[in-house]
């Protein structure tokens, strides 16, 4: 990622964390529209996973200059979420399901420029995430 990409991403995510609750809202309902099967791979109860899902990708994209210390958490969830049952081909909704929910919560402020900063960050993260 250029230093403008991580740059874009960071402000960006600043302007999701006033919405995270709805972001993840909005984020599972597409996710469970575009991929049902994976909807038995989540609780019954989805309110303590959204808070997950918000902080990690909070943490994730919020600290590049931390990369050594965030890539083993990345590693670790990735290979979690195989124990889980994920399989690498999930990952293409996941993504379509998180640019989506992006383009919804940041409005006219998703660009062409950001939507491919985020493309390339979520590009990354799924890469480390699927190789663990």
Same mark, same amino acid.
């Given at each position: 990622?250029?230093?403008?990409?991580?740059?874009?991403?960071?402000?960006?995510?600043?302007?999701?964390v006033?919405?995270?609750?709805?972001?993840?809202?909005?984020? =599972? %309902? /597409?996710?469970?529209?575009?991929?049902?099967?994976t /909807?038995?791979?989540?609780?019954?109860d989805?309110?303590?996973?959204?808070?997950?899902?918000?902080?990690?990708?909070?943490?994730?994209?919020?600290?590049p200059? /931390?990369?050594?210390?965030?890539?083993?958490?990345?590693?670790?969830?990735g290979k /979690?979420h195989?124990? =889980?049952?994920?399989?690498?081909d999930? =990952?293409?909704?996941?993504?379509?399901?998180?640019?989506? %929910?992006?383009?919804?919560?940041?409005g006219?402020d998703?660009?062409?420029?950001?939507?491919?900063?985020?493309t390339?960050? =979520? %590009?990354a993260?799924?890469?480390?995430?699927?190789?663990?």
């Amino acid at each position: 990622m250029t230093p403008q990409q991580v740059e874009l991403v960071q402000k960006s995510i600043q302007k999701v964390v006033p919405i995270a609750a709805t972001a993840a809202d909005l984020f =599972y %309902t /597409r996710l469970f529209e575009i991929a049902p099967e994976t /909807r038995a791979l989540f609780p019954a109860d989805m309110a303590e996973q959204k808070k997950k899902l918000m902080a990690m990708l909070v943490t994730a994209v919020s600290n590049p200059h /931390r990369l050594d210390e965030i890539l083993p958490a990345v590693k670790d969830l990735g290979k /979690r979420h195989k124990g =889980y049952g994920v399989t690498a081909d999930q =990952y293409a909704p996941v993504g379509a399901a998180l640019l989506w %929910t992006l383009e919804k919560g940041l409005g006219p402020d998703w660009t062409p420029e950001v939507k491919a900063a985020w493309t390339e960050t =979520y %590009t990354a993260l799924a890469g480390v995430m699927t190789n663990a």
